[in-house]
């Protein structure tokens, strides 16, 4: 078995032992590799970093790019981040708005018919996942990534729901419980990568589905029961004008 890392040069050395030109400035990845003979592009975060309003902004130029110039070509996000950046200063610019961009920017690249692989490598929380990872063909994860949405204590203070109780709860429900496996079971994470990471890669790769399977993954896994159950019955009902 291969040893994982949480640094990105080491990560992208597994990934793409056939080559790769990735680099990085402001802790945004970006840059192309090379996987079974294809060039693939690579984006992506470092560092822990919150998503502000110009690492949002250089992600989305960098899926845009690779739509205008390489049409088709497979996009790997690698992710790392601790979610959107809480300052006064990227809220007054419209942060919420920076992010829906690169969203957006990253369907349009998958209606385009691109195949987008993300990897949650180190930290993936809040918004700055929404937004990146949770946006892909599928996503994947390291086994010591960490992944939530909000912390049990930030939650206990949103909800005024006590602690303890919430603790208990991620004892037995994903929905509450950090972590790549409890997400694996809701289906937000596709599968857990262990072993070699660039068989992992070309497998995600000539695997990727165009449709969203997540809640149909999650009813499987018996992570989210009900999703898939309340979408089915809300499509059923007749549209009314």
């Not at 937004?131 to 994860?141: F, I, K």
Request: with cysteine; charged share 15%.
């Amino acid at each position: 078995m291969q040893p994982h890392t949480a640094g990105w040069q080491a990560l992208t050395a597994l990934l793409f032992p056939q080559g790769a030109q990735v680099s990085e400035q402001a802790y945004v990845l970006t840059g192309t590799a090379q996987v079974n003979g294809k060039t693939v592009a690579v984006t992506g975060t470092c560092d822990h970093v919150p998503i502000g309003v110009e690492i949002a902004l250089a992600q989305a130029t960098a899926v845009l790019d690779t739509v205008r110039q390489h049409p088709g070509r497979p996009v790997v996000l690698l992710v790392d981040t601790v979610g959107q950046r809480l300052r006064h200063r990227d809220e007054m610019l419209g942060i919420n708005s920076y992010m829906a961009h690169l969203a957006k920017c990253l369907e349009l690249a998958r209606q385009s018919g691109h195949q987008i692989i993300a990897l949650v490598y180190d930290q993936a929380l809040s918004g700055g996942f929404i937004t990146s990872g949770m946006m892909a063909n599928a996503c994947y994860a390291l086994p010591e990534a960490v992944i939530r949405v909000m912390a049990l204590p930030a939650m206990a203070r949103i909800t005024k729901v006590p602690e303890e109780k919430l603790t208990a709860l991620a004892q037995d429900n994903p929905v509450f419980a950090p972590g790549p496996a409890n997400y694996e079971r809701m289906g937000g994470i596709q599968a857990i990568w262990y072993g070699d990471l660039a068989a992992a890669l070309q497998e995600a790769l000539d695997t990727a589905d165009t449709q969203d399977r997540r809640m149909e993954l999650g009813a499987q896994r018996g992570g989210r029961t009900m999703a898939k159950k309340v979408a089915d019955r809300l499509l059923s009902l007749p549209l009314r004008h």
